[in-house]
T-cell receptor, first 112, second 116 residues
Framework: GQNIDQPTEMTATEGAIVQINCTYQ??????LFWYQQHAGEAPTFLSY????GLEEKGRFSSFLSRSKGYSYLLLKELQMKDSASYLC?????????????FGTGTKLQVIP | SAVISQKPSRDICQRGTSLTIQCQVD?????MFWYRQQPGQSLTLIAT?????????ESGFVIDKFPISRPNLTFSTLTVSNMSPEDSSIYLC?????????????FGPGTRLTVL
């Protein structure tokens, strides 16, 4: 099956950098996503990695190592509005068809 | 991108009753996904709804409890049957589409269900 692990909670200071890690196990890996979810709202797409390496997009970067089953989301110059849950999701093959499985999410609190 | 609407946005229901949640997408999509998100938890896939065929249910979810309809390429319903307080959750409809990447998932605003 698919198994995804990420820390439950993190706290970081406004203006700082935070790294949220995600490890996964899956069959037929076909991409890893990061989503942001503010309390009471639906998840929104942040990033996608399918090849090894770093994808940078403004203040947000995401890294993937397929051989290690590992990814991280890097948030720079943290702002108070970055307080949210960050969901790691892996696309793989289960039961003969493609499926996206979400991790439990990391609740990030940004403090002044 | 895809814009998704859901009805109702929230409801409070009595134990033993059923609720049907509607999901409407502004474009035609092959697969629609129904997720459940219990308080403080992540998303759990209930089933994948394919137009013209039976829905595919994930382990732990059965058709009798969560019947799904998919009458066309832009619409789906999820029914939560014979509800109990354990069914209190947010139910989200989702589709895959071409956004910033080809297989980005777009989510509806969710239906917040409370069962008394």
């Amino acid at each position: 099956g698919q198994n995804i692990d990420q820390p439950t909670e993190m706290t970081a200071t406004e203006g700082a950098i935070v790294q949220i890690n995600c490890t996964y196990q899956t069959s037929g890996f076909n991409g890893l996503f990061w989503y942001q979810q503010h309390a009471g709202e639906a998840p929104t797409f942040l990033s996608y990695n399918v090849l090894d390496g770093l994808e940078e997009k403004g203040r947000f970067s995401s890294f993937l190592s397929r051989s290690k089953g590992y990814s991280y989301l890097l948030l720079k110059e943290l702002q108070m509005k970055d307080s949210a849950s960050y969901l790691c999701a892996v696309r793989g093959v289960m039961g003969g068809y493609q499926k996206v499985t979400f991790g439990t999410g990391t609740k990030l609190q940004v403090i002044p | 991108s895809a814009v998704i609407s859901q009805k109702p946005s929230r409801d409070i229901c009595q134990r033993g009753t059923s609720l049907t949640i509607q999901c409407q997408v502004d474009s035609q999509v092959t697969m629609m996904f129904w997720y459940r998100q219990q308080p403080g938890q992540s998303l759990t896939l209930i089933a994948t709804a394919n137009q013209g065929s039976e829905a595919t249910y994930e382990s732990g979810f059965v058709i009798d409890k969560f019947p799904i309809s998919r009458p066309n390429l832009t619409f789906s319903t999820l029914t939560v049957s014979n509800m109990s307080p354990e069914d209190s959750s947010i139910y989200l409809c989702s589709v895959e589409g071409s956004g910033q990447v080809d297989n980005e998932q777009f989510f509806g605003p969710g239906t917040r269900l409370t069962v008394l």
